[in-house]
């Protein structure tokens, strides 16, 4: 088992719980009641849910590449590219918070800080050792 990867999966988990429920109804009420024309908020809802789906599957994907018995260049070219969403979804917290309102802002969109660990771990994970050996 790749424990770095594993362990990518499970503060992925995590934060997919978070996002879906507690920042859902957090988000909900605000977003469906505002003064927004209605597709407008509908498809930002839409795109919330998106981003659900995506940083829970992407634990999923996380999980079963820790668990793979055999690693090859191209089993792991996944929890890569999934590593680099989430360094890249992290960074664009950072940008819009420092671009529009300051660096005291990261700490109101601390998202950030669960996103970078996990793309950081995943890229950890795929680059060990153990993780590049190629299996016959």
């Known amino acids: 088992m790749n424990r770095t990867l594993f362990v990518a999966a499970l503060l992925a988990a995590f934060t997919a719980a978070i996002h879906i429920f507690i920042g859902t109804p957090e988000i909900q009420d605000p977003l ?8 407008i908020s509908l498809l930002l809802y839409a795109c919330w849910h998106l981003v659900s789906i995506t940083l829970a599957l992407s634990a999923v994907a996380f ?12 089993l792991l070219l996944l929890p890569k590219f999934i590593s680099y969403l ?4 992290g960074l664009i917290f950072i940008a ?3 671009l ?4 005291d802002m990261l700490m109101s969109l601390p998202q950030w800080t669960l996103l970078l660990p996990v793309g950081a771990l ?3 994970g795929c680059s060990k ?3 590049r050996r190629i299996e016959a």
């Not at 469906?32 to 597709?39: R, V």
């Not at 999980?63 to 191209?74: E, G, K, L, Q, W």
């Not at 529009?100 to 660096?103: A, E, P, R, T």
């Open 86 to 89: 989430w360094l890249g979804f």
């Open 32 to 39: 469906l009641q505002s003064g927004l024309p209605k597709e």
């Open 100 to 103: 529009f309102s300051g660096s």
């Open 129 to 131: 050792p153990s993780a």
């Open 122 to 124: 995943g890229l950890w």
């Open 96 to 98: 819009v918070a420092l």
């Open 63 to 74: 999980f079963i590449a820790s668990r793979a018995m055999t690693s090859n260049a191209s």
